[in-house]
């Protein structure tokens, strides 16, 4: 019987005992996943499997199991494996069968006499990056601002311009035991979405259900970790030995170079199982939600305390307008739970207007933000980044791979649009393919992926949130605009001050809430929504024109969101005074806004 | 002949797979090939390929005899010998199929100490399978002779009487289709017989298995039986090389997505877009050596891959002294070709899948990226080298596809009519389910309302969408000089902004196969239509489409259609009634198909909707371009107690219910998408006499309604309008006639729309002529009653040859009764001196 620390350690030797011992039968296949999958659910069995997030690559033995937090970044074309070979040995003369899968390299050497039923399965291939985590222990909270580098620094050309010398050098060294990941990040392309990432990359082997993975889906996998140094043949010694082997000439060099980097720096990663990330917050339980009820209960308790606590948090922040705080909470554990055709329901796109543009007033908000959130990202409406960034992403057919764009995000990613930092100016043809393709992102959810001959639609799922000085020229489902009550002499200062002043206990608190409110399952019962009927028929009939269809979408997006900041998980008749008090709240300060600007010479 | 195979059977092989020769057939055929190619061994399946090599043998001898010392020669053996005068099966060199694989090609040993001959071979080996054993090509069981015998009847005797290919037209579809195809190519002279694959499933079931799974062996054995047929018919014809068999449309299409272990070895047919072609590659075929000691010649054909490099000079045994003469070896053209597959096969929410095709022979640069193909070829798969020193092998394979025969699929939308240029195979179960929904009575209700459920209300507006998805029947008036009559349905959507206007439209464009959305805001004439740019690599021109003519049999939707430049709207004319584009333009003039439905949506001029106004003024469009539209809908914001009740009910539940109780209340996005497809695929309506009827007496039912006060309310275009509407009704009900019911409808619809969008807003009449001319009749009235007016007033005045112009007007307005407006004094004073009644020169008015 294989022991814990073998089927982590050794999880091939039990694939192959599998093998040996079912060997006519085919479904042994079906039997080694369900062995992992059994071994895995044991209670807290996945918590001993090394995560390739946490622990450098360099620790970790080869052909072990693993597991790996990450997003699908692309998806490559299908393979086929020996899945079983017969080998000869030529001391003893005799034959014997293997199974070639979960393996990147047949173990053969020069010994081998022709593959026998070769039962070849497909397998697709990800490169999946690891999703932006802005915290995952609160000391590197230092180290993880920076890498959250803005654009607006643009500091990235240089790091692909540092040559290839280094890592070439290295590759000959094979196992990379002394050199530092990082350093070899910046100069191979990992094709990240975001500039100025780092971070394990990984391409993983699938071979069950590959179909039922998509773009950009946020996943757990576990498998087994391959790193053989023979997989990083890289470009230039295949190019002399192209000649000697015509059958291997179908790739081209960048093709090469995409789809089998060092696996030192991209090990290679064969699935056994797969679980969907509906959160990535390392908070809470990666399981959902509903099988952790005693979790759920404990958190609830004090859930009005704690939103009681990040509201008077972001007043601080947005200098003491409450009603912008609470809308901003809104924002943060909006959802689009679901579509009804090209509807997108469910999303709250806030449009902060009235941001003090002197000060780097966007950067505190943003890093407030960025505290709270597992991922996030900022993008500054420059006209530079505008006409120079390729927002969305696009197929490379030389390289035959997805050129990874920075609307390539994850869900529930907070996007945060800077417009403050936009000046006057031309925008070129890219940058109106970017301010169509933010506009569609607002709107639809949806990001056109830029195939070349054709466009591809992927739906997302992105919390935008747009701080601008007037109304954004980007379309929002809401404006507000921002009326500072405090007048603090250095914003700065006290902005940095309001920060320090959360204890970490107290932003775990905040972060576990507000992944808790936006994972909370929401109804409306039928007795409301007569009420709600008849409360719209009533607007109505004062006044047709302040009450459209629109109106009533986001009332009932802002009702919802409401409801569920308060732990409630079905509208009441309170619940919906309230939204329509906010709102009313909302458009006044607005509106007043708006004529103060008119009066204004 | 027969020898080395019986003796295989009898030796067995050591793979295993050959003890069974009853189990699949593919994963025999594969095992038999990756031992091949791996490993240069001589195990018998290499020798059994001279069996069914032999029909490559005429080629050997032939290239032996040829004297080919020149230095000059380069090419494929075949070129060779161009313009030996030749004739007959022996004097026409076969040329090399490496789209079969080169892997196939037998030692020359074997070809020399065989019968040359091909139909000796069969011949014998008829006779010792009359005799009882029946003899197959190794690792498969395919027998050459009944094989041959079987593919000769086939193209002997197969006729298709229904043949609706266009490749087939001029031919005699009673008479057998491929022997006029034989009688073609010996008029032509282009040695290529393409087979459609399900010509030969009807024929023979068992033959086309054969065909599917053992195409390396079965091809060349085609090939054979039908040059043997040839020049038992044209004996005296001359071929540039023998003739070769192209397959295609193997019936079990695949998608690419499905390729699957099982297909390797197997000829397949897929479709997809050309994404990349390389550069011609030159592979060897045959090599030429020279002694170097004593210049003696030798050749050695590529096997396999490899060329085995003689170590030993024949002539004067001296080792290692030959040296490859790259010059006059043989080289074959070779181009890789990255295929994608189409935009439709993908799932949501995946990158698409590519595959490597390699072109051979004369197929390289029949295709150029972007193309839409299907392409059929053999499905191969090679195992890598982890490092060309070593052999130690990576565990995956490389696989591509080795290509026989292009089809390209987006060729017919270029230059023809029909519209069945992707048609969508449907299952009959799919099939039956659609004919039983089209069979219920409520049916157009039922589609409209699946029609973007999510956008409330606007019955009719959804109807008229609907009807527009389906469009009418394509007529050709061609010979009458008129031309196409216009099937698609043109429909603008106006009307306040924030009433799901491009919501609608972002439903249409999700919805149909060959959508396009643009903006108005956003697009220029040129990216509407098409433009010349040039390419910056090969420096050639190269015509880029735009949105118009990439929705050709599609729906076009124009976000924002009033925000648009007059320059860009004014490509729409041509468009949106000859369904045509031309462009001159930087050396390139042509005219492109856009036979697209234009969906548009404009928000009134003033933001809001002036219900005071005619449509024109509200959105200020030519009117040239609105009377283009079939249907002109206007989305108002109804101030209406119970509708606000209905639409807050329908918002709500729009957020609290769940997936399936909103499946279960509408069609699913499949089906209508299906429905639609299948009904403007198969249903081509034609009016019936009691329809055509009642078409001409709601055509003369609305010009009647105009005449009573003076104006003229529908114009030929208007019964266009309603034909093609009811056409589009007919096809709903999946109804090859039109009906009444259908114009009823029509004319309802037509009516509706002209109700919301043409009626007058001082009158409250609906009046054509707004959409036509841009005015309505009564403001046409109104303005001569004002100068007729100002006439009599100046008449009045008597003999004063000056006036000025400020007391003329107040005089005008004093005595007036109703209200005079400036402007309307000014067209008053305009309108008479066009008559020659007065000039006005600044402030003063001077008669004439």
Redesign the interface.
Known sequence: MPTVHDWINNPLGVVDGMFAQSHSSPDWEKKVVEYFKEKLKLNDAHAWVPSLNDVPLHYLKPNSLVKFRCMVQDMFDPEFFMGVYEMNDPTSNSKQVKCGKYKDVTECGNSYAGTSQARVVPSTSYVPNRHKRSYEEDDEMDTQSQQMKDVSQGAHSSADSHGNMEPKRQETKAPSQDSSPSHCTSSLDLNFPLPGEKGPACLVKVYENWDSFKLNDMLEVFGILSVDPALSVIADEREASSLLDPTEGMETVEEQRVHSPPASLVPRLHMLHAQPLVHNNPLLPSSALENNGDHLGSVLGELASVRAELLTFFTHVLMGDSLAAEYLILHLISNVYSRRDVLPLGKFTLNLSGCPLSSPYTEHLYNVIQQLVPSSFRLCMSLHNMNNHRMVPRKDYTANRLMSGILQLANNTSLFLDETQLEQGQLDTTGVQNITALGNLISWQKVDYDFNYHQMEFPCNINVLIASEGRSLLPSDCQIHLRPTLNPPNLEEYLSAVQVAQVPSLINKYRIYLSMARALNYTISDEITKAVEEDFVEMRKDDPQSMSAEDLHRLLVVARLLSLSHGQNTLSRDGWMKAKQLEVLRISQTQQQKCLNGNEP | MSSPSSQSRKRDP????SEDPLSPPS?RS??HD??TE??P?PTSPAMDNSLFSSPMAPRSVLQSEIDASSPLMYGTPSSRVEGTPRSGIRGTPARQRPDLGSVRKAPQVDMHSEPPSGDAAAGSEQGTGAAGQRLVIWGTDVNVGTCKEKFQRFLQHFTDPNSKEDENAGLDLNEPLYMQKLDEISVVGEPVLNVNCSHIQTFDADLYRQLICYPQEVIPTFDMAVNELFFDRFPDSVLEHQIQVRPYSAVKTRNMRA???ED?DQLITISG?V??TSQL?P?MQEAFFRCQVCAFNTRVEVDR?RIAEPAVCRNCNTTHSLALVHNRSAFSDKQ?I?L?ES?ED???????????VYAHNDLVDKVQ??DRINITGIYR?????????Q??????????IDAIHFRKTDEKRLHGVDEDGDQKLFTKDRVAMLKELAAKPDVYERLSSAL???I?EHEDIKKGILLQLFGGTRKDFSQTGRGNFRAEINILLCGDP???KS?LL??VF?LVPRGQYTSGK?SSAVGLTAYVMKDPETRQLVLQTGALVLSDNGICCIDEFDKMSDSTRSVLHEVMEQQTLSIAKAGIICQLNARTSVLAAANPVESQWNPKKTTIENIQLPHTLLSRFDLIFLML?P?D?AY??R???H??????QS?EQ?EEEHLD?AVLKDYIAFARTTVHPRLNEEASQALIEAYVDMRKIGSGRGMVSAYPRQLESLIRLSEAHAKVRFSSKVETIDVEEAKRLHREALKQSATDPRTGFVDISILTTGMSATARKRKEEVAQALKKLIQTKGKTPAMKYQQLFDDLRGQSEAAITKDMFDEALRALADEDYLTVTGKTVRLL
């Open positions: 050591p793979t295993p797979a994963q594969r095992a990756t031992s791996l490993q061994m390729l699957n272990p390797i877009m994404i990349r590659i592979e891959g890789m990255k994608q935009p993908m799932p949501a929410g995946q990158t698409p899948h590519t595959t490597v990226p972007g798969a090679a195992p890598m080298r982890l490092n060309p020193r052999s130690q092998v990576k565990s995956v394979y490389k696989t591509h973007a459920p999510s409330y924030g009433t799901s919501q972002q439903y999700n956003g914001d101030q107690e606000d009740r639409l807050a009910h918002l709500v539940s729009l957020y609290y997936e909103i996005m």
